[in-house]
């Protein structure tokens, strides 16, 4: 560092600032240091500086294993944000929801000695192990821990399922179907909360609701059983991926979409845009999910101490050609 410092003529606190991303360093001293760190290849010695300053500046992340559009953009979300930050991102996948695989995962990142760890697995039974872990590390739980127990940011899911519902009865349809999401997620209990809710408050009929697991295959098993009830309309999907699947079993049956029969989806993936018809659905901003996760994990490492702050972010709904009134 005070090699560094020498050639780019200035001082090694000056030097420190700039690897640290201070922002009192000006844009022109910052570019003379960068560029003496890039003549010399400095590369700053990580386990001195965790020795140092009792810091490792790097976070870990725990994820449900798996390939799912959700938890996987707000993976991204938070690595993209910690690396603004100068952070370093360790991932730990869980495999179970099993209080003993999130306690490994937990030991582990420790044994690396992150300084936060931001937990993105929203299944019911991990929430309530993540309450006793938060007391031994600084943690903030995306979509997943009961409410008040530790800091949580969260796509507001009842309100994006309102949303949904309310679009569909506005067009002039007397009710609406459901294809939920797994039993054991806070998502799914949330958006079949918000769908019940906006059916309930204008006197609607709340049919029966059809599981599924996420995955298209699902979406077009509860498709074959839509497709077949003349009385059916209107459904409200929990994710896009089982919408697609509930627009192909529709396709096979002749249900024309949205003349026939109506689709919403969850989550706004890239294709939804492109399917046929292109999806209506509800846009989850997790790129602003992972910004407030860290900035929350962030206060908790600089004050010392956890708190319970509950952040709250709103969905969009996304109108497409998958939506219209109900044929007469």
Not at 14 to 42: F, M
Not at 72 to 98: D, F, K, W
Not at 110 to 137: F, M, Y
Not at 139 to 149: F, K, N
């Amino acid at each position: 560092m005070h090699d560094v410092a020498r050639l780019a003529g200035v001082s090694h606190q000056t030097v420190s600032r700039v690897l640290n991303l201070h922002p009192s360093v000006s844009a022109r001293t910052r570019t003379l240091v960068l560029a003496a760190i890039d003549e010399l290849g400095y590369r700053p010695n990580s386990a001195a500086r965790t020795l140092a300053t009792g810091r490792s500046k790097t976070l870990g992340v725990i994820t449900l294993a798996g390939t799912l559009y959700g938890p996987m953009s707000m993976l991204y979300g938070v690595e993209a944000a910690a690396r603004e930050q100068g952070y370093m991102v360790t991932v730990v996948n869980v495999l179970s929801g099993e209080a003993s695989a999130l306690e490994r995962a937990v030991a582990n990142l420790q044994n690396q000695r992150v300084d936060g760890i931001v937990a993105i697995a929203p299944l019911i039974s991990i929430g309530h192990s993540l309450v006793e872990l938060s007391r031994e590390v600084p943690l903030v739980a995306v979509d997943s821990a009961p409410a008040e127990a530790l800091p949580i940011v969260a796509v507001d899911q009842a309100a994006g399922a309102r949303m949904a519902t309310e679009h569909l009865l506005a067009l002039g349809h007397r009710t609406v179907w459901h294809v939920t999401g797994p039993a054991g997620w806070f998502e799914s209990q949330d958006r079949v909360a918000g769908w019940t809710a906006s059916l309930a408050a204008v006197g609607a009929e709340i049919p029966p609701a059809l599981s599924g697991d996420w995955s298209p295959r699902s979406g077009y098993e509860a498709g074959q059983i839509l497709c077949r009830m003349p009385e059916v309309t209107a459904v409200f999907v929990a994710n896009d991926q089982m919408a697609l699947g509930v627009l192909r079993a529709l396709g096979e049956h002749r249900r024309r979409v949205p003349e026939d029969i109506s689709v919403v989806g969850f989550d706004d993936i890239p294709e939804s845009a492109y399917f046929a018809p292109p999806l209506t659905t509800v846009r989850q901003p997790f790129d602003a999910v992972g910004r407030r996760s860290l900035q929350s994990l962030l206060a908790q490492i600089e004050a010392g101490q956890n708190s319970a702050e509950r952040v709250v972010i709103a969905p969009e709904l996304v109108v497409r050609a998958s939506t219209g009134p109900p044929s007469r």
